[in-house]
């Protein structure tokens, strides 16, 4: 056969369910921190919902509103923060860790990444898997005496003087 010829593979798509907007939450849907003000909201609202016009982002203009209103309502905006997924802790921690290490406004990130060498496989030798009975004929199991030990030592001690009906102090 001529290789060369061979039609080349597809590539896999894969499509995952969505959640619905309730679980997602209003801070992803907008793109915002948990932090952000009204004016960071509005922008947010704004470019969202253009995207959303031109079918840039599966997100529904309904969708977008619905984020909107209940980060522009304080008491909804709670219920979202305790019952959606979010970007970042109420007190931002990854917000200051990605500033911290990632770099400020663009810049180049505050940290090196590890440059770890990977594992090449060719390099592990080559073990065959064991069959399952061979295994299996090899496990000796061990003996289970038909008393514990400790049965015998405790009803030895409990035995050794007989108990007194009219001591109060063994009954319970």
């Known amino acids: 056969m001529n290789d060369a010829k061979a039609p080349a593979a597809l590539p896999v798509i894969l499509e995952l369910a969505t959640l619905p907007r309730e679980q997602v939450g209003p801070f992803l849907i907008l793109g915002v921190d948990k932090v952000a003000d009204g004016e960071e909201i509005e922008a947010a609202w704004a470019k969202r919902l253009i995207w ?31 019952a959606s997924l979010n970007l970042d802790t109420s007190d931002g921690t990854l917000r200051r860790f990605g500033q911290r290490h990632g770099g400020k406004n663009n810049e180049a990130p505050g940290c090196r990444p590890m440059d770890l060498e990977p594992l090449v496989l060719t390099e592990l030798p080559l073990q065959a898997v064991p069959d ?24 030895d001690e409990f035995l050794a003087e007989p108990p007194d009906p009219w001591d109060l102090a063994a009954s319970p």
Request: charged share 35%.
């Open 52 to 82: 959303a016009r031109k079918g840039l982002i599966r997100t529904t203009l309904e969708d977008v509103n619905w984020a909107r209103d209940m980060l522009n309502d304080p008491d909804r905006r709670i219920r979202a923060d305790a």
């Open 132 to 155: 399952v009975a061979d295994v299996r004929r090899e496990i000796v199991p061990g003996s289970v005496p038909e008393i514990p030990p400790a049965v015998a030592v405790l009803l």
